[in-house]
């Protein structure tokens, strides 16, 4: 079973663009969770879906959205980029949310902004 | 406000011996506990997990110890082995693998 795919691996933009990222579940996943990892800072949390539904959304400006399509599949801008925005972005797949299952990650986007 | 700490950046650790990494938290609803462990350039590979109702969890060489009164975490590995050399981080949730916050990581290198 293909694990969890983030397109692209990497990415530099200039501040003040906007950027999209892509991920595609575990086959059968229905929830999609997106965590920031920045040195010292560990991984935050910054979005999941469900059902094409937000279910719970960390402590992340308004400059940072995502979105859930019918298949599963997810995606998540940022506009107006800054360059404390330069991060390794994760994306994580499970089961259903709030169950035991594990969260399952893909290997990251590197977003470097200039 | 960091909720969930590891307060040791680095580890080192003789092959063939026993790692432990530690893992403490602020928050007592926390319900659910979490190891994952990162090499560069790869996503985060779960390794084991714990509810609260526990306090110990063994899943081949690698054991997780839950102190709730003392809001302590550790992850136990035995024997250590080169390729076990990585960054491992504690997370914790209040419901499920839900909202997981974690800890900074720890960098475990095992020394042949």
């Known amino acids: 079973k293909a694990g969890v795919t983030q397109t692209p691996r990497y990415l530099i933009k200039t501040r003040g663009q906007q950027v999209t990222l892509s991920c595609s579940p575990i086959?059968?996943?229905?929830?999609v969770s997106w965590y920031q990892q920045t040195p010292g800072q560990g991984l935050q949390f910054l979005f999941e879906?469900?059902?094409?539904?937000?279910?719970n959304k960390g402590n992340f400006p308004g400059r940072f959205s995502g979105r859930q399509f019918s298949n599963s599949r997810s995606e998540m801008n940022v506009s107006t980029l800054e360059l404390g925005d330069s991060a390794l972005y994760l994306c994580?797949?499970?089961?259903?949310?709030?169950?035991?299952?594990?969260?399952?990650f893909g290997n990251g986007t590197r977003l470097t902004v200039t | 406000d960091q909720q969930v700490k590891q307060n040791s950046p680095s580890l080192s650790v003789q092959e063939g011996r026993i790692s432990i990494l530690n893992c403490d938290y602020t928050?007592?609803?926390?319900?659910?506990f979490l190891w994952y462990k990162k090499y560069p350039a790869e996503g985060p590979t779960f390794l084991i997990s714990?509810?609260?109702?526990?306090d110990k969890n063994e899943d081949g060489r690698f054991t997780v110890f839950l102190n709730k009164s003392a809001k302590h975490l550790s992850l136990h590995i035995v024997p250590s082995q080169p390729g076990d050399s990585a960054v491992y981080f504690c997370?914790?949730?209040?419901?499920?693998?839900?909202?997981?916050?974690f800890g900074t990581g720890t960098r475990l290198t095992i020394i042949p």
């Open positions: 994580a797949s499970s089961l259903d949310p709030g169950d035991n299952s594990p969260l399952h």
């Open positions: 086959s059968g996943h229905r929830s």
């Open positions: 879906y469900f059902s094409e539904t937000q279910r």
């Open positions: 928050n007592s609803m926390f319900d659910y």
């Open positions: 714990i509810s609260s109702i526990k």
């Open positions: 997370a914790a949730s209040l419901f499920g693998n839900e909202k997981l916050t």
